[in-house]
């Protein structure tokens, strides 16, 4: 049974159009961070919580807010997505930060057209 | 440049040899985690590493801080080990605050009958 479940897990967005992400983790982790895949790289941070009712930027927070209501679940909100904003959003949740195991959820496609 | 870099980009291994993955750090890092993205696109964690050694199957990884660099050995590869294997340095030095993780661009790894 998948831990850390995300959706929607595909969408079409069109640009200005505003696109929320939804993540909802069962781990029990305090940890819970968004990241952006673009074809062929790795992943980079854009978003991560250590408690609920707080978010912290990370590395490319532009264009991007975040929400935390509670400690299992995390957003990300694209309040006016833009085309630059198409590729594959991860969620993953980890105990006391990136010094302990990330565990992913199967991603979010998003393409802006 | 680049913080976490990854060789090589792309490997072709056939069914039953061996080889290894390579991740230099260019800034300090106290942990480093290991993950595969599976032809389907999931992340899979493999290790996570503080200075040392882990083993996992037909799976070993390394992890030298003082000379900045992992490495992650596959012996006797398996076509489901197909895949895009990275790795991600994680410490409080890459941030300036917590320790959250780098990833680097990932090896492309074919592993074929």
């Known amino acids: 049974e998948a831990a850390v479940t995300q959706s929607p897990r595909s969408k079409v967005a069109v640009t200005g159009g505003k696109v929320t992400l939804s993540c909802h983790q069962t781990?029990?982790?305090?940890?819970m961070y968004w990241y952006r895949q673009d074809t062929g790289h790795g992943l980079r941070l854009i978003h991560y919580?250590?408690?609920?009712?707080?978010?912290e930027k990370g590395d490319i927070p532009d264009g991007y807010k975040a929400s935390r209501p509670s400690q299992e679940n995390f957003s990300l909100i694209l309040e006016l997505a833009s085309l630059s904003q198409t590729a594959v959003y991860f969620c993953a949740s980890s105990d006391e930060g990136a010094g302990n195991t990330l565990y992913f959820g199967e991603g979010s496609r998003l393409i802006v057209v | 440049g680049d913080k976490v870099k990854q060789s090589p980009s792309a490997l072709s291994l056939q069914e039953g040899t061996n080889s290894a993955l390579r991740c230099n750090f260019s800034?300090?890092?106290?942990?480093v985690q290991w993950f595969l993205q599976n032809p389907r696109g999931s992340l899979i964690n493999l290790f996570y590493?503080?200075?040392g050694t882990k083993e996992n199957g037909r799976l070993k990884s390394t992890f030298n801080s003082k000379e900045s660099y992992s490495t992650l050995h596959i012996r006797d590869a398996q076509l489901e080990d197909s895949g895009t294997y990275f790795c991600a340095a994680g410490g409080g030095m890459l941030s300036g605050s917590f320790n959250k993780l780098t990833f680097g661009a990932g090896t492309r790894l074919a592993v074929c009958p």
């Open positions: 800034i300090a890092a106290t942990t």
């Open positions: 590493l503080v200075p």
């Open positions: 781990n029990n982790h305090d940890y």
């Open positions: 919580s250590y408690v609920a009712d707080s978010t």
